[in-house]
């Protein structure tokens, strides 16, 4: 049976994630189809809760969800609890859905593993302060960098990130 993934957004057409998890499943031999589905600013929840009731087995949450994902899950990894922005959903089998957030593992891992960067004692330059920002502030700070930069077209948003993580 084809496992069914998605990744969940308003806009997502310009999304690479169905041709790259796609990739990702033939390398790996899983049978598997993942879309892209645009989600009604106001129906997040519900068309996420149709996906499930249709045999979805899990998604990636994209603009501007990741706040609201954090709200709909029923249960929390740890780092989606600190970033408090969920971009991983995983359907349990008992139906109940876990959020992750993969946004700082992914970014920390790929600029010091794959481009062999180093991040301690550099100055830092975080652009935006939406749920991708949410994700990556933790993991960018505990690589200790002399200085870490926010920047956002909004200083009320900006300024609550800086909250949430003081």
Same mark, same amino acid.
């Given at each position: ?22 990739? =990702? ?18 129906? =997040? ?7 499930? $009731?249709?045999?979805?087995? !899990? ?10 994902? =954090? ?13 408090? &922005? ?18 700082? &593992? !992914? ?13 301690? !004692? ?6 935006? $302060? ?34 949430? =993580?003081?």
């Amino acid at each position: 049976m084809t496992d069914r993934y998605a990744v969940f957004g308003h806009p997502i057409a310009h999304s690479k994630s169905p041709q790259i998890h796609t990739a =990702f499943a033939r390398q790996t031999g899983q049978d598997m189809a993942y879309e892209a589905i645009l989600a009604p600013l106001d129906g =997040f929840a519900e068309c996420v809760a149709q996906f499930v $009731a249709a045999g979805g087995r !899990g998604a990636n949450v994209t603009v501007p969800f990741k706040e609201e994902a =954090f709200k709909v899950v029923d249960h929390l990894e740890d780092r989606a609890l600190e970033a408090g &922005a969920v971009n991983t959903l995983i359907v349990l089998a008992n139906g109940k859905i876990l959020g992750d957030n993969t946004d700082g &593992a !992914g970014l920390i891992n790929d600029l010091q593993r794959n481009l062999g960067y180093t991040l301690t !004692g550099k100055r830092i330059l975080l652009l935006g $302060a939406g749920g991708a920002a949410r994700g990556v502030m933790m993991p960018l700070l505990r690589t200790q960098p002399t200085l870490l930069v926010l920047a956002n077209r909004t200083i009320e948003k900006a300024e609550a990130l800086v909250m949430h =993580f003081s």
